[in-house]
């Protein structure tokens, strides 16, 4: 198969398991059908599936993931300040770093909404529904929704990286206060921390609770800086972390706090 012929199959798979979507027309364009794709992803509860599914799919996505081109830690240059800290903007998931850090919801399965541009969706729908899937399983073995603040690491499937670790950070409603920065703070570890106890070298975060969750650009930064770094010296760890941001905000005010330029991807 092709990649057209791929998502061909797999589009077709998915709307023939649920009887709302089966009668759906399928786009003719190539951006369409794979936006149409990615959508019947995101809505799909976390369910068993054929080998043959996940084998076609695996195909597809790391073609497509490859096809936007893969960026090595090596690739990366460090700040000034600080030898093993990087600053990246773009796209995380082509980041080819041992874990990637998602910011996720407490349901911790990823983001249902139909192609929301959140990075739980696109994580989720690079990585392939086998992460939804492990996800689901976690949560059931754990028998309630994540705490904000700790994390979970699974396996990244079809995403450069090797993991995918999740964190729950903090939502600001209303006025910022001691208990959300100390949330905030408390993901950064709790990701590192799980980063060091399987023996991960490199881990790429977001910027956490930022955007839909509302929590002020430069305070949440800031937050991030310093807990690394604290953590980075308390355990004298030589641990490579890449600060990843999307906005040109973020960007600028990374730089000033690291006293270096980032690389943009």
């Not at 369910?47 to 993931?65: A, C, H, P, V, W």
């Not at 936007?68 to 995380?92: A, F, M, P």
């Amino acid at each position: 198969m092709n990649q057209t012929e791929r998502r061909m199959w797999l589009i077709k798979e998915l709307m023939a398991e649920d009887d709302y979507y089966r009668n759906y027309d399928i786009p003719e364009a190539a951006k369409d059908q794979k936006d149409f794709l990615r959508a019947l992803m995101n809505v799909r509860e976390p369910k068993t599936i054929s080998e043959e599914f996940l084998r076609i799919q695996d195909e597809y996505l790391k073609e497509e993931n490859a096809s936007s081109g893969l960026v090595s830690i090596d690739e990366l240059k460090s700040v000034e300040s600080r030898i093993n800290i990087y600053v990246w903007q773009g796209d995380i998931t082509r980041l080819k770093v041992d874990a990637i850090v998602n910011a996720a919801n407490s349901g911790m399965c990823g983001c249902f909404q139909p192609l929301h541009n959140c990075i739980d969706n696109i994580i989720h729908s690079k990585s392939g529904i086998q992460l939804r899937l492990k996800c689901a399983d976690i949560m059931r073995r754990q028998g309630h929704q994540e705490p904000t603040g700790h994390a979970k690491i699974t396996p990244a499937y079809n995403l450069p990286c090797e993991y995918v670790i999740h964190t729950v950070g903090p939502i600001v409603q209303g006025p910022l206060t001691k208990e959300h920065e100390e949330l905030l703070a408390s993901c950064y570890k709790s990701c590192l921390d799980l980063a060091a106890e399987n023996g991960l070298k490199s881990i790429a975060f977001c910027c956490i609770s930022t955007g839909v969750f509302m929590f002020p650009n430069q305070r949440a930064a800031e937050i991030a800086v310093e807990t690394v770094s604290n953590w980075l010296d308390a355990t004298r760890s030589d641990m490579k972390v890449v600060f990843n941001v999307f906005k040109d905000v973020d960007l600028e005010i990374y730089e000033k706090l690291l006293d270096g330029p980032g690389g943009r991807g």
